[in-house]
């Protein structure tokens, strides 16, 4: 995965979040977790962004989801289907 590539996966993930849709996103081990929130950052010295998911709706979670931008391979807006991103 490109930095670019990087920088998009969070732009998608922020702007699914903001707009409420449940987003699938699908890493590359194979694994998929349900977004309902996000939020980033970047370690230092670190190529890639890492995001902090909520896998259901505010208050509901128990635990979260941590994964790293050059772990994402396809992001899937759950309530349309549409593919939003793929390598």
Do not use: W
């Not at 699938?24 to 902090?52: K, N, P, W």
């Not at 941590?66 to 772990?71: G, H, L, S």
């Amino acid at each position: 995965m490109t930095p670019a590539e990087a920088k998009l996966v969070g732009r998608l993930l922020h702007a699914q979040s903001v707009a409420k849709a449940v987003t699938i996103v699908v890493l590359d081990s194979g694994a998929e977790c349900r977004v309902y929130e996000v939020a980033s950052g970047q370690d230092m010295h670190a190529e890639f962004e890492h995001f902090t998911t909520s896998p259901a709706p505010r208050g509901e979670a128990k635990y979260a989801e941590f994964v790293y931008a050059n772990e994402v391979v396809r992001i899937i807006d759950q309530g349309t289907g549409k593919v939003l991103f793929a390598v």
